[in-house]
């Protein structure tokens, strides 16, 4: 618990990013329905080299938690490299990668090789699965797909039994066109493949198939349960005290749905940022769909990597009390977790009503 320690100053002064989501790539190996970066799949980026990587990440400090997404990716060749690059300067004791796991070869290199460099973080890959079989073909596009990650995460099942510090978890994503077979999904990963973590999530942004966003959050909310329970019998490997924050977190994304409005502060563009591909910086992923001009806060080419630079910009400035004025809110459950758990106030509530 000491190592979360340098982090408690930011239950006050929210001035500067704890954690990221970093998309390193828009190319992408599938097509899913459901994805929420549709409209930059496959489109021609300058992506940031592993040197660029290295002067954003030096200049960011120490940071709780790294996601590392796309795209897909591990389509990345120099992904080892990349990753190493973002421990090394950022010193994160979480690094967090979602994949489609259809690259097995590439995918359980590069995880080899991460896991030997970044020894002091503890790497959490999630292999998505939102359809079994031949449904999860189709939902992605991609025939032999579910063979393929099945292969992919049987391989890195091999790997826990050499690396501690690595985690194997399965992203599982309410959509519309698997929601009548989420539960059916969820207890294969959870008796079948017994993963480490199950993320599961409702579909967001704006989708490929717009269809795809008509969820039954009655079916959510059953699913939810069905999760905390297994959570605190044990059936999942995080500390007690996360499994509780990540089950606070789908009651405000359940009733955030349902009532479509402002629950609590969001502290996106202060204390979480996205960084795009190219460099863009934005406060997050909701806002970068919805006007990618008006909410960029800057490029870090532009800045010379300097993340400071953009915080102390009069974009920033603006773009943060936005936020804050108009009471911006969504279900997005990254956003969520960090608002939560980065809320003195309430952590202190819920901490009164457990008396």
């Known amino acids: 618990m000491l190592k979360y320690l340098p982090f408690a100053k930011h239950f006050f002064v929210k001035r500067f990013p704890v954690e990221l989501t970093f998309l390193v790539t828009s190319r992408c190996n599938a097509r899913c329905g459901h994805c929420f970066y549709h409209r930059d799949i496959n489109a021609k980026k300058d992506e940031l080299s592993v040197e660029e990587i290295a002067k954003v990440f030096s200049g960011l400090g120490r940071l709780l938690r790294v996601s590392i997404g796309g795209g897909e990716p591990f389509i990345r060749e120099d992904m080892p490299e990349l990753t ?3 421990c090394k300067h950022s010193k994160t004791p979480h690094i967090t990668i979602p994949t489609n796991g259809i690259l097995t070869d590439r995918i359980v290199d590069s995880v080899k090789r991460i896991l030997n460099s970044c020894t002091d973080t503890t790497l959490n890959v999630g292999i998505s699965l939102d359809g079994l079989g031949q449904r ?21 099942k091999e790997l826990k039994k050499k690396y501690r510090k690595f985690l194997l978890g399965v ?10 077979e989420i539960e059916k999904i969820y207890e294969f990963a959870r008796d079948e493949l017994k993963p480490d973590n199950i993320a599961f999530s409702l579909v967001r942004g704006s989708s490929r198939d717009e269809e795809e966003m008509n969820i039954d959050i009655t079916i959510y909310k059953k699913m939810v349960e069905k999760i905390k329970k297994d959570s605190f019998q044990g059936r999942f490997q995080f500390w007690k005290v996360f499994a509780w924050q990540r089950n606070v977190v789908y009651n405000y994304v359940a009733e955030t749905h349902e009532k479509n409005r402002y629950l609590l502060p ?18 997050c992923e909701i806002l970068m769909l919805k006007d990618r ?16 630079e953009i915080f102390n910009s009069d974009r920033h400035y603006e773009i943060s009390k936005f936020i804050k004025e108009s009471k911006c809110f969504c279900r997005h459950e990254c956003d969520l977790t960090t608002n939560f758990f980065f809320n003195p106030y309430l952590l202190l509530r819920r901490s009164l009503l457990k008396k």
């Open 136 to 156: 999860r073909d189709k939902i992605m596009g991609v025939e032999g797909s579910f063979d393929k990650s099945m292969e992919t995460y049987r391989a890195l």
């Open 84 to 86: 190493r690059a973002i």
């Open 293 to 308: 001009d008006r909410f960029r806060l800057g490029n870090l080419r532009d800045f010379d990597y300097k993340i400071r």
């Open 171 to 180: 992203v599982l994503t309410q959509t519309y066109s698997n929601q009548g």
């Open 266 to 283: 969001c502290y996106s563009g202060r204390i979480r940022i996205i960084i795009t591909p190219e460099g863009d910086v934005y406060p």
